[in-house]
């Protein structure tokens, strides 16, 4: 299984309360960054709207997520060592907050479970990329990542390009992605249309 169903009601109970403590905004235009953690790691981050992508550093692209996103519940109670952005890829709307209001506002709340069970649902996501991507060959890290981007919105899979995503998620050469896309299209696996990724067929086990 390659998704994981987000806590919708749970989502749904800590946005109606963290809404009302929290800066809004409204981004129209793609590649802004809305939180880094070298600069934002005290904040929490609420996307209601839109799509934005997750990376460590600068380099690596840890994914993309779609709306609704919580992130650095966390964040008043411990210090992350790795740097994470997020990046608009679309139109979003959310708002941010101190995480120490935050957690205030849990507390006060009694929001415990809906924050365990958004953290626990990031924590599962987390595990499935590394499930998919760690100790795997070039080819298993690429047919599951193609496989994933099927379960995007089309609208989402019309603006990403199949080889830059695949290259920036798992860090196989671009000549190496290249080969394996061109291979899978001449054998009707998968279709793309301008370098995006129009339908995945039945893809094979091994290369």
Same mark, same amino acid.
């Given at each position: 299984?390659?998704?994981?169903?987000?806590?919708?009601?749970?989502?749904?109970?800590?946005?109606?309360?963290?809404?009302?403590?929290?800066?809004?905004?409204?981004?129209?235009?793609?590649?802004?960054?809305?939180?880094?953690?070298?600069?934002? =790691? #005290?904040?929490?981050?609420? *996307? $209601?709207?839109?799509?934005? @992508?997750?990376?460590?550093?600068?380099?690596? /692209?840890?994914?993309?997520?779609?709306?609704?996103?919580?992130?650095?519940?966390?964040?008043?109670?411990?210090?992350?060592?790795?740097?994470?952005?997020?990046?608009?890829?679309?139109?979003?709307?959310?708002?941010?907050?101190?995480?120490?209001?935050?957690?205030?506002?849990?507390?006060?709340?009694?929001?415990?479970?809906?924050?365990?069970?958004?953290?626990?649902?990031?924590?599962?996501?987390?595990?499935?990329?590394?499930?998919?991507?760690?100790? =795997? #060959?070039?080819?298993?890290? *690429? $047919?599951?990542?193609?496989? @994933?981007?099927?379960?995007?919105?089309?609208? /989402?899979?019309?603006?990403?390009?199949?080889?830059?995503?695949?290259?920036?998620?798992?860090?196989?050469?671009?000549?190496?992605?290249?080969?394996?896309?061109?291979?899978?299209?001449?054998?009707?696996?998968?279709?793309?249309?301008?370098?995006?990724?129009?339908?995945?067929?039945?893809?094979?086990?091994?290369?």
């Amino acid at each position: 299984m390659l998704s994981i169903a987000k806590p919708m009601a749970e989502f749904i109970k800590l946005d109606a309360r963290l809404s009302s403590y929290g800066t809004h905004f409204d981004v129209s235009c793609k590649k802004q960054v809305l939180y880094f953690s070298e600069l934002n =790691n #005290n904040k929490v981050v609420v *996307i $209601r709207s839109g799509t934005v @992508s997750i990376r460590r550093g600068k380099t690596v /692209l840890v994914g993309f997520a779609e709306a609704p996103i919580i992130t650095g519940l966390a964040n008043s109670l411990t210090e992350a060592d790795a740097n994470y952005q997020l990046m608009t890829e679309a139109k979003c709307s959310g708002y941010f907050l101190p995480a120490s209001v935050g957690m205030k506002v849990i507390e006060e709340n009694n929001l415990w479970r809906e924050a365990f069970c958004w953290l626990a649902w990031h924590n599962r996501v987390m595990e499935l990329r590394d499930l998919q991507l760690i100790g =795997n #060959n070039s080819y298993d890290q *690429i $047919r599951v990542t193609l496989m @994933s981007m099927m379960e995007w919105d089309e609208t /989402l899979r019309k603006r990403v390009g199949v080889m830059n995503y695949i290259h920036q998620r798992t860090c196989i050469s671009r000549s190496v992605v290249a080969e394996v896309l061109s291979a899978l299209r001449k054998g009707g696996y998968i279709e793309m249309k301008q370098g995006k990724l129009i339908a995945v067929n039945h893809l094979p086990a091994e290369y």
